[in-house]
């Protein structure tokens, strides 16, 4: 099965992602009909575990999304679970040096490349018997996230590591790294040119960046700045945000009847 | 603890009602803090159970949302079991004719107006020890649903029925039963005429009428026209909307790039 | 397997019995292992579905106790499920009629006494493969809950019901029915007149009258009475009055510290 | 979306559906890639329940079987919630009288075929919106069951009731019902001259019979008779069948060694 | 939200702790309402996870007791997802040296003090929008585990890392490091004089020991001795211990009669 | 409670293990029923987290079979837990340096043998109180998995840890490893020269050397081989191996008629 993040890529395009905190196939499913190119169960902020995770994959198969995880940290008990699990995808929080990027594929990467331990217990579904092994190493997305000032001044050696797709901003850790109030959609002169390097070198490289974003406004000015992969803001958040707007427009439209 | 449904209601005001589809407690704390007056756990039509229904209730639990609950049928079982498990409210499907609103009575009333078994085991929660069953007759919320045609015809003889507190419409099946096709907001003058003397006879008994409405538009109308409970659209359907207008408005503003 | 639970009975003793009302497999182990003759899952007012109780089922596999169940209510589909996820023992609330009785051996015994559906899907766990399906209607207990007024007044027709074992008392209930408060130990008169009754009516058949109880001091007085099953509060009930007691006493030996 | 049962039926071929007692997405992910037409999560006498039901749905989605269930009983709360939750067909236990399955058609059809309620949460996912209310009433498999003396003398009146597609054998219960021992396949001749007669009487009505299996000679030989349906055994079945076989090859061929 | 231990502290007082090992948000609400200041899920060895821990702190939301957790290691994967989860106050095992003190502060504050990454999805929903990160470095209590010999030895240095407040002592392990057997209320010389000293040096340093006690009067007597916080033993403990007794009393008072 | 796979290896036989990856305690009862001497639950590659494995525990408890995990790495904080929740051996993968062997150790006994720390909340219930902390070092069984070309190279200086039991072979990755395909019944000379040497250096030290197997040809001659405890494939590989012959055999029998 191939990757549609890869394809995308490949077409030129950038990939709009959807994220989910909320613990529930069903709602996966729902955002998996909602027109994202893939989605992320979000296992470091989210409100998910690994069998939370399994239930939202199970749940998306058959539905045309790329299904990615964000593990919870870069240890490679879990980052093997994910993957067994059905991940197309790991983005990892916080890796700020280039030997934490080299962890990160070794732990993602089957032999000769890394050192994942053989038992796709999931994704071995995926295509015909035994092909998923032969293919897995250069099918998988593999995003480090780059979120902190160490990460920044380690990024060019960060992004020679051999075996990673790109790099993932996380806004708010970055900020708050640089002593700014953690949000997500950045205006500050000094995080701009942080982006516009990271998009520079990525492009050097053949590597996609992604970020992390708080809406469609957001998501589309950085999609015009080159980035390859946005997300969207999380489930939770856009049913809470749709939800107030709509509770406010109820009560504004009844005129004091509610 | 007092209703705050009632509460609304002794004030002339109407209710907004969130509802949930979606079997996490986590969704339902984030729909709890939205602003919504009460929210009904939908175990007819959601993704919901027994198990589920209690996570959202203490999910919901210091929020200040009235917790109800429609039940899957009118069936004994299921009524003591939602409120014992702390339901303010019960919204029941297919009620039409006397009898079967009378049964719902019945079952959601502790003697001598009913024959509810004691014990209330997180219900009992509210309030002083022992404070619960003398007020529980008194403060809970009982919505037959009015959702047929032969339901329209018993009207008069369901809105006498001693103990409920008003009847909740599902446009969709009441159009169905109609001939007509199954939506929410409805426009057809036969059904809005309905809607009138739903809405007259409710009043002549001092009861209060509900309905399912598919987002603020129509439920504002809804309130307008004298209703004093609407339903927004569940959890999942608010979610599902805003991410696709997210989306494409996030592709239409990449210009092709996404 | 044997029944411990009608051992006991043979045996001339009263049964002391657990009750769950807390969903977890963990709780119903430790439970298990505190020296109970058998331990009820509560699907009436405990929070507890078929699931749990399956959970709690399994979990007590193994340790001395005989595994009973409080169905919701007398219907066919789960007082099947209940005898198939491993159930000895099945307490019915609200038998009001001998009719109720009589349906309720229906579903509870296999044909010719009854018509319970093959499947026992895992109590056909117990003992040699095929030998369940033979014993089941001999070893399973059947209890209706006398719980009203209206039960009481058909005492005798009920107890005639040819598959029950005896009844089980709900003092809560019963005194409601009455226009007394709710509550499980009772003292008033025409109360306790009516347990006499009840004891000597099931002695006269060979029956066993169980009640549910607030603690050791009236399940030993109803042991005296005559009652051959007592329950000594749920597993919840235990926890929060000791915790209760234990913080208090902590604070209180602290002297003003804490 | 069309029901691949319904397909294979009017190619005149038999279908060999598959049947999940184990509560768990994953086993039913598993099962749904082995080959079978069709797989029915048992709710009656699996350990199952509606959440695991709606898991096993989610996980067999974008396989090539067609989802289908047993519910627990002939009760309109339960069979509206699994066809909410995605299922293609219905098998319904102890239908013993034309009546009983009126009812069911009643509860499984929307207007003006029956009463079901609109509000297809997870089955509405099928096809284009609004599609499935005006397809579920052809699509959908409903199957009584026929397993008790009364419903055989029933037969020809059951098979009549407008809106069923079949019949489906319980061959234990049936012969327990006639006094014989409960197991699956039956060589009376007493019971298959039953069969014999339920596959003339359902050819004359184009109706499809199928009946319970308890392995591939049975299911085989079933098919040859005139079956149009056929199960192979649970899940949990199947497994321990093949383990117990595979440990007792592997202690005899280790020769005292293990 | 101020954390009540906090507030507790500083009147002087010592904190009465719940410690809960049963994964039900049920008897979560339930050991909730029993009057303790804090409740801490036990991750390490409660048959807790992350998801038992959210159903936990949910259905203790809205009652009086602060959240806290004792995480399963000193690990941040899971340090930041309790904190997200909910925690106010951390509560982590085996902290034997300065440096891992330190680490645990590492993973649990937000730069520039630490580098916990942000992303408070259910601790978010405390206080005002954005006011979670500004105070969450205050508010929240950490606490390592001071269990070993090791940890004895270390101090003062694990005392004079800044950002703990205080250390929490697992008197089984310390005296199964020290050679002893291993239980709650210990009386050795040896080890009280450990204990002396550890509150000597909190005390200097404006630090708070707590510690795990097996019930009140070992609870009440540490409370005496000066530490802060006491825990009362854990859910299951508490229920086993009184159902035990009461078991013991019925039978004893039924006089042979069960 | 004693180790009946350390009683089967004293008397000089082979341990035939089963292997669970499907996360229900129904599945693994059913297992457990089967002649299994042991079961493992595969945390690992399994679908399996700590929660499930609690449920697999306790569903087996009281069957015949040795309970054991696979950790998912090794990890201090699930070590502990594992140990905790009941399990009686332990397998870990990927141990390629005596260091990580005496970690595992470390990690897995109770002091002065290494440092876990006490509470072991479920597996304290098996046998006396107390009991546990006083044979756990002794009765639990560790094994360190040898699957990678550098823990061949390491092999003696592994096997002369003090505190395993043996090592346990992944022939999927030891193969992977040497740049081969992944799978399971090995047949290359120089991977049985490995197994051949394994054998030998366990037998010198009195230690059991274990492999994963694909069912019971492979089985049968690794016993064969010398090696002392087999897998059998796990629970979901089983099931799928048999539901596809039967299915296949079902529509062969068939001759086209399904």
């Not at 989910?20 to 998910?48: K, N, R």
């Not at 749940?59 to 995880?69: E, F, K, R, S, Y």
């Not at 590597?207 to 803001?233: D, E, Q, R």
């Amino acid at each position: 099965m191939p990757n549609k993040v890869k394809e995308i890529w490949k077409s030129g395009k950038a990939v709009v992602n959807g994220w989910l905190a909320i613990p529930s196939g069903f709602s996966a499913e729902v955002i998996a009909q909602c027109g994202f190119d893939s989605v992320t169960v979000d296992m470091q902020h989210g409100v998910q575990d690994y069998q939370s995770m399994v239930q939202c994959f199970q749940a998306m198969h058959g539905h045309p999304v790329t299904p990615m995880v964000r593990v919870p940290w870069n240890e490679p008990g879990i980052v093997g679970k994910v993957l067994d699990g059905g991940a197309y995808g790991v983005i990892c929080p916080m890796i700020n040096t280039p030997q934490e990027a080299k962890n990160l594929v070794q732990y993602a990467k089957y032999p000769p490349k890394g050192t994942r331990s053989n038992g796709p217990i999931r994704s071995g579904m995926y295509g015909s018997a035994g092909s998923y092994q032969q293919t897995a190493n250069d099918e998988i997305v593999l995003l480090p996230m780059m979120e902190t000032k160490t990460a920044v001044e380690n990024m060019e050696a960060i992004l020679d590591v051999e075996g990673i797709d790109g790099v993932y901003i996380g806004p708010s850790d970055l900020g708050f790294s640089y002593g700014l109030v953690p949000k997500l959609d950045r205006e500050e002169p000094e995080i701009l040119k942080i982006y516009d390097k990271i998009i520079k070198e990525c492009d050097k490289r053949k590597l996609y960046p992604g970020i992390h974003c708080s809406g469609p406004v957001g998501a589309a000015k950085n999609i015009g700045m080159g980035f390859k992969l946005v997300t969207l803001a999380n489930d939770s958040g856009i049913m809470a945000t749709a939800a107030r707007q709509w509770i406010d427009q109820t009560r504004k439209d009844s005129k004091g009847k509610a």
